[in-house]
């Protein structure tokens, strides 16, 4: 699993309120990705880190915003969480062995927004 | 834009079948491609990954696929297990990675 883990697993949480979901990794890889997983929609990216402080856009990163303080700890938080926020958010990281990137992910976070 | 797609969205086969799972993509510019299994309710395991330089890898009873100038990958699960049941997804390795919408699999005993 890659020793990656996701915290809180579940969370429920009203409108307007933030909310941050901390992945932790123990294996100090430089890439790190969050995803949100929709009914319809799939897989899609929200935001990703290539390294301390070093962050980037995805295809969905309206509401969100990413820190990445330590190479361990890839925090995403909602800062007035909506109902359409309402998600599986999934954490990855890339290995990179013999050059080849290879995705893993974290067991996810479910997130309800009432 | 990487658009991938996944034919059929879901199958049901009884135990001991053969059968294949269809990836396309639009793209062929990728540094890989990468199979996923994910139970319900879990996250998603690494199955398979293909380097784009390759044609196919194989584990245990998988084997996976790559033709990259007709844009398809397949995954070809070998007599199959009720343990199978799960939706498989496939990713490929661009600029970032995008993943298809996945194809349920219930395998009956």
């Known amino acids: 699993d890659a020793g990656i883990t996701q915290s809180p697993r579940h969370k429920v949480t009203e409108t307007g309120t933030p909310v941050t979901l901390r992945c932790h990794q123990t294996?100090?890889?430089?890439?790190m990705y969050w995803y949100r997983q929709d009914p319809g929609h799939g897989l899609r990216l929200i935001h990703y880190?290539?390294?301390?402080?070093?962050?980037d856009k995805g295809e969905v990163s309206d509401g969100y915003s990413v820190s990445r303080s330590k190479t361990e700890d890839f925090l995403l938080t909602l800062e007035s969480a909506t109902s359409s926020q309402t998600s599986v958010y999934f954490c990855a990281i890339n290995t990179l062995a013999g050059g080849v990137n290879e995705q893993f992910f974290g067991p996810g976070t479910r997130l309800t927004v009432l | 834009k990487q658009e991938v797609t996944q034919i059929p969205a879901a199958l049901s086969v009884p135990e001991g079948e053969n059968l294949v799972l269809n990836c396309s993509f639009t793209d062929s510019a990728i540094y890989n491609l990468q199979w996923f299994r994910q139970d319900p309710g879990k996250g998603l395991t690494s199955l398979l990954l293909i380097q784009s330089s390759q044609r196919e890898q194989t584990s245990g009873r998988l084997n996976a696929s790559l033709d990259k100038s007709s844009g398809r990958s397949t995954l070809y699960i070998a007599a199959s297990q009720p343990g199978d049941s799960a939706t498989y997804l496939c990713?490929?390795?661009?600029?970032?990675?995008?993943f298809g919408p996945g194809t349920r699999l219930s395998v009956l005993p």
């Open positions: 880190s290539y390294g301390v402080k070093d962050t």
């Open positions: 990713a490929l390795n661009g600029q970032n990675f995008v």
């Open positions: 294996e100090n890889h430089r890439y």
